[in-house]
Protein backbone atom coordinates (compact mmCIF):
# COMPACT_ATOMS: atom_id res chain seq x y z
CA UNK A 1 0.00 0.00 0.00
CA UNK A 2 0.91 3.70 -0.66
CA UNK A 3 -0.32 6.73 0.47
CA UNK A 4 0.31 10.09 -1.36
CA UNK A 5 0.50 13.99 -1.01
CA UNK A 6 0.52 16.14 -3.30
CA UNK A 7 2.02 20.03 -2.64
CA UNK A 8 3.07 22.82 -4.95
CA UNK A 9 -0.28 24.30 -6.25
CA UNK A 10 -1.78 27.33 -6.43
CA UNK A 11 -2.49 30.65 -8.51
CA UNK A 12 -0.54 31.78 -11.61
CA UNK A 13 -0.77 33.84 -14.43
CA UNK A 14 -1.35 32.33 -18.13
CA UNK A 15 1.56 31.41 -19.82
CA UNK A 16 3.54 31.02 -15.60
CA UNK A 17 4.83 27.43 -14.80
CA UNK A 18 4.37 25.37 -11.70
CA UNK A 19 6.08 22.06 -10.28
CA UNK A 20 3.75 20.26 -8.84
CA UNK A 21 5.58 17.39 -5.82
CA UNK A 22 3.65 14.00 -4.68
CA UNK A 23 5.68 12.38 -1.75
CA UNK A 24 4.71 8.94 -1.18
CA UNK A 25 5.03 6.68 1.89
CA UNK A 26 6.19 3.15 2.37
CA UNK A 27 9.16 1.50 0.82
CA UNK A 28 7.53 0.08 -2.22
CA UNK A 29 7.06 3.32 -4.17
CA UNK A 30 9.79 1.87 -6.83
CA UNK A 31 7.39 -0.59 -7.59
CA UNK A 32 4.28 1.38 -8.87
CA UNK A 33 3.94 3.41 -12.10
CA UNK A 34 2.60 7.32 -10.99
CA UNK A 35 0.45 9.26 -12.57
CA UNK A 36 -0.90 12.59 -12.77
CA UNK A 37 -4.73 13.16 -13.04
CA UNK A 38 -6.92 16.53 -12.65
CA UNK A 39 -10.67 17.53 -12.59
CA UNK A 40 -11.89 20.39 -13.78
CA UNK A 41 -15.20 21.75 -12.12
CA UNK A 42 -18.00 20.13 -13.56
CA UNK A 43 -16.00 17.90 -16.46
CA UNK A 44 -14.67 14.58 -15.39
CA UNK A 45 -11.42 13.41 -14.09
CA UNK A 46 -8.82 13.32 -16.92
CA UNK A 47 -5.18 11.22 -17.26
CA UNK A 48 -2.58 14.18 -17.82
CA UNK A 49 0.52 12.04 -17.58
CA UNK A 50 1.88 8.95 -16.36
CA UNK A 51 5.17 7.03 -15.61
CA UNK A 52 6.36 3.58 -15.20
CA UNK A 53 8.44 2.35 -12.42
CA UNK A 54 11.65 3.02 -14.03
CA UNK A 55 10.97 6.23 -15.14
CA UNK A 56 11.69 4.88 -18.60
CA UNK A 57 8.23 5.87 -19.98
CA UNK A 58 5.94 8.18 -20.45
CA UNK A 59 2.56 9.16 -21.52
CA UNK A 60 0.95 12.45 -22.14
CA UNK A 61 -2.59 13.27 -22.58
CA UNK A 62 -2.65 15.57 -25.69
CA UNK A 63 -4.01 18.82 -24.38
CA UNK A 64 -0.40 19.24 -22.35
CA UNK A 65 2.23 17.24 -24.82
CA UNK A 66 5.09 19.89 -25.35
CA UNK A 67 3.88 22.02 -22.13
CA UNK A 68 4.08 19.16 -19.01
CA UNK A 69 6.66 17.35 -17.80
CA UNK A 70 6.20 14.35 -15.40
CA UNK A 71 9.42 12.67 -13.64
CA UNK A 72 10.06 10.64 -10.59
CA UNK A 73 12.81 10.43 -7.79
CA UNK A 74 12.47 6.75 -6.81
CA UNK A 75 15.48 7.83 -3.74
CA UNK A 76 12.89 10.37 -2.74
CA UNK A 77 9.67 8.58 -3.21
CA UNK A 78 8.72 11.35 -5.24
CA UNK A 79 7.31 12.32 -8.34
CA UNK A 80 6.67 15.47 -10.06
CA UNK A 81 4.95 17.55 -12.78
CA UNK A 82 6.57 20.36 -13.88
CA UNK A 83 4.04 22.82 -15.33
CA UNK A 84 5.17 25.28 -18.25
CA UNK A 85 2.84 27.60 -20.53
CA UNK A 86 -0.33 27.15 -18.34
CA UNK A 87 -3.40 28.00 -19.96
CA UNK A 88 -6.31 29.37 -18.16
CA UNK A 89 -8.09 25.73 -19.35
CA UNK A 90 -5.13 24.02 -17.05
CA UNK A 91 -7.05 25.02 -14.34
CA UNK A 92 -8.11 21.84 -12.09
CA UNK A 93 -7.34 19.89 -8.72
CA UNK A 94 -4.43 18.01 -9.97
CA UNK A 95 -4.45 14.54 -8.21
CA UNK A 96 -1.18 12.16 -8.15
CA UNK A 97 -1.90 8.30 -8.23
CA UNK A 98 -0.38 4.93 -8.22
CA UNK A 99 -0.69 1.87 -9.35
CA UNK A 100 1.18 -1.14 -10.31
CA UNK A 101 0.67 -1.15 -13.57
CA UNK A 102 1.66 1.43 -16.05
CA UNK A 103 -2.23 2.79 -17.12
CA UNK A 104 -3.36 5.43 -19.48
CA UNK A 105 -6.59 5.48 -17.71
CA UNK A 106 -8.09 6.94 -14.46
CA UNK A 107 -8.33 3.65 -13.09
CA UNK A 108 -5.66 4.01 -10.37
CA UNK A 109 -5.52 1.89 -6.82
CA UNK A 110 -3.88 5.03 -5.22
CA UNK A 111 -4.90 8.20 -4.58
CA UNK A 112 -3.56 11.26 -2.91
CA UNK A 113 -6.24 14.33 -1.68
CA UNK A 114 -5.53 16.48 -4.68
CA UNK A 115 -3.69 19.97 -4.89
CA UNK A 116 -5.23 23.33 -6.78
CA UNK A 117 -3.96 24.62 -9.64
CA UNK A 118 -5.48 27.92 -11.14
CA UNK A 119 -4.28 30.03 -13.99
CA UNK A 120 -5.55 33.75 -14.51
CA UNK A 121 -6.14 35.31 -17.58
Known amino acids: QVQLVESGGGLVQAGGSLRLSCAAS????????MGWLRQAPGKERDLVAAINWTGSRTYYADSVKGRFTISRDNAKNTVYLQMNSLKVEDTAVYYC??????????????WGQGTQVTVAS
Open 97 to 110: AADLRMITTTDYDY
Open 26 to 33: GRTFSRYA
